[in-house]
């Protein structure tokens, strides 16, 4: 069945370091991606969206690589701060179920 | 603007008591959902509307009710609270269906729900 999963649920970085944060689908026909961005205690929140007819879009600091051949998706956070401590999920847009689809998440962790 | 508002924050349930999640929203989202997060498990989605008087079932419903009267509010309700309820709880809207197009769910800042 479709399923997103997350390559590694845990990622540690140094300070100033750049992250790179993986995810992989099983649906071919999912045309829409987003990346969220939990912080304890609170919901998810929308950090960057992408499209399938894209493959790459960047926001601030923050860029999402899509490659649909190989069916994965990367977020990529440039000079990790300590505000960038969370957990990150994807999620995929299953087309005709009305629903996001999400990974267990990866725990970005920053060293001082 | 406060976004999506859940109430209450946490709450402590007997097994086989009932009790009513509320989820309020103020940016006119025609969208809203609710979904379950467990440990390991991710974001499960419960219960969705794509409009006002309009409802249908995620992919966990069974053990939960919902209503849409209005577009500002969709509650979510326990019928007879069980341990394997025990989550979190959250609530999140968007501008429009998925199938009249895409756009990022908002969510609340979640219900932490205990069943003993």
């Known amino acids: 069945g479709e399923s997103v999963g997350l390559h590694l649920p845990t990622l540690s970085v140094q300070e100033g370091d750049n992250s790179i944060i993986n995810c992989a689908y099983s649906n071919s026909a999912s045309d829409y991606f987003i990346w969220y961005k939990q912080e304890s205690g609170k919901g998810p929140q929308f950090i960057i969206d992408?499209?399938?007819?894209?493959d790459k879009r960047q926001g601030q600091r923050v860029t999402v690589l899509l490659n649909k051949t190989v069916k994965h998706l990367s977020l990529q956070i440039a000079a990790t701060q300590p505000g960038d401590s969370a957990v990150y999920f994807c999620a995929e847009y299953e087309q005709g179920a009305q629903k996001l689809v999400f990974g267990q998440g990866t725990r970005l962790t920053i060293n001082p | 603007n406060a976004g999506v508002t859940q109430t209450p924050k946490f709450q402590v349930l007997k097994t086989g008591q009932s009790m009513t999640l509320q989820c309020a929203q103020d940016?006119?989202?025609?969208?809203m959902s609710w979904y379950r997060q467990d440990p390991g498990m991710g974001l499960r989605l419960i219960h969705y509307?794509?409009?006002?008087?309009?409802?249908d079932q995620g992919e966990v419903p069974n053990g939960y009710n919902v209503s849409r009267s209005t577009t500002e509010d969709f509650p979510l309700r326990l019928l007879s609270a069980a341990p394997s309820q025990t989550s979190v709880y959250f609530c999140?809207?968007?501008?429009?269906?998925?199938?009249?197009?895409?756009?990022?769910?908002?969510f609340g800042n979640g219900t932490r729900l205990t069943v003993t």
């Open positions: 940016m006119n989202h025609e969208y």
């Open positions: 992408i499209r399938s007819n894209m």
């Open positions: 509307s794509v409009g006002a008087g309009i409802t």
């Open positions: 999140a809207s968007s501008r429009r269906g998925w199938d009249e197009g895409n756009s990022p769910l908002h």
